[in-house]
């Protein structure tokens, strides 16, 4: 907050919506955040919650502040490898998300996968801990698993199709240098 206190003091003056969201809501997602940090011991996770409540104070009442509290708790829950993972399924499916469905379809997130596989595989992730990490994605409703093509080989990767919620988790972890300043409003 301390980095971007200017900006989103500029934010509050020029908007009373996004004043009063910060003098209601803030307050108490503060809180919420202050008590997760002390039962999180990981420093990374830490930072996470601090670049959700940083990204929370831009975008003011966009989102609710029951929404802003789910990607607090999850990001709790998620260590490194988990979010690499979900930044690699958003590098890579996030443009083919249907924001009328709130997803992105079967056969795209299908014909993905092996791409999101093979990229991960190459930083020493194996197969098992894929899916052990997208099943642990998929139960924070992040992402959504697919059917496999039955006239592939079997034993090819379950596929996993983006959803809304996991564009909207990485967008709220990006810290400000990863942020192009016309998202942000500042």
């Known amino acids: 907050m301390k980095h971007r206190g200017a900006q989103i003091l500029q934010l509050t ?3 009373e919506t996004h004043r009063q969201f910060v003098a209601e809501e803030m307050p108490g997602l503060i809180l919420d955040c202050v008590s997760k940090a002390e039962n999180v011991r990981n420093k990374d996770r830490i930072a996470r919650l601090a670049r959700i409540l940083v990204h929370a104070a831009e975008v003011g009442r966009r989102d609710r502040g029951d929404y802003i509290e789910e990607m607090l708790r999850i990001a709790t829950s998620l260590d490194e490898r988990d979010v690499r993972v979900l930044r690699e399924i958003v590098r ?14 079967h056969f ?9 596989v093979g990229s991960l595989r190459q930083e020493g992730f194996t197969q ?3 899916d052990s990490i997208c099943a642990k994605l998929e139960s924070f409703g992040l992402v959504s ?5 039955v006239n592939l080989i079997s034993d090819d990767p379950t596929p ?11 967008e709220y972890i990006k810290s400000a240098a990863e942020r192009p300043q016309a998202a942000t409003g500042v």
């Open 145 to 149: 698993r697919t059917e496999r093509n």
């Open 128 to 130: 098992g801990e894929l």
């Open 13 to 15: 003056e020029a908007n």
């Open 160 to 170: 996993y199709a983006l959803l809304r919620k996991g564009l909207d988790f990485v």
């Open 92 to 105: 890579v499916q996030g443009p083919q998300l249907d924001r009328n469905l709130g997803r992105v379809k």
């Open 108 to 116: 795209t997130a299908h014909n993905a996968t092996k791409g999101i």
